[in-house]
């Protein structure tokens, strides 16, 4: 599966955002698919995860209640709708694939990434 993530942009503090990650191939609604993201020097770190019907999702503490993340099987497509964003959240954000079942945080779970996107949050 390819996926290709969209929506970044900069956005004041206090403001919202919505990334878009679009798959092609086969099977999109048999993968578990999260988002990471990585600021410049950090590691990539978990953002959120959905499985793959969206009857479970996983979020970091950091953007438990501002975040939510969602998926249309129909459009093959995962959303990520982003509220009340800080500066901390500037970063590249990235979507991966996991043909499993389970949500994880844990990178190295997942098997295909897309590009990136950046979102920059000013103060």
């Known amino acids: 599966v390819q996926l290709q993530a969209s929506g970044g942009g900069l956005v004041q503090a206090g403001g919202s955002l919505r990334l878009s990650c679009a798959a092609s191939g086969r099977a999109f609604s048999t993968y578990v698919i999260g988002w990471f993201r990585q600021a410049p020097g950090k590691e990539r770190d978990f953002v959120a995860a959905?499985?793959?019907?969206?009857?479970?999702?996983y979020y970091a503490d950091s953007v438990k209640g501002r975040f939510t993340i969602s998926r249309d099987n129909t459009k093959n497509t995962v959303y990520l709708q982003m509220s009340s964003l800080k500066p901390e959240d500037t970063a590249v954000h990235y979507c991966?694939?996991?043909?499993?079942?389970?949500?994880?945080?844990?990178?190295?779970?997942?098997?295909?990434w897309g590009q990136g996107t950046l979102v920059t949050v000013s103060s």
């Open positions: 991966a694939a996991d043909y499993g079942s389970l949500v994880t945080k844990n990178r190295d779970e997942y098997d295909y």
């Open positions: 959905i499985t793959s019907r969206g009857g479970s999702t």
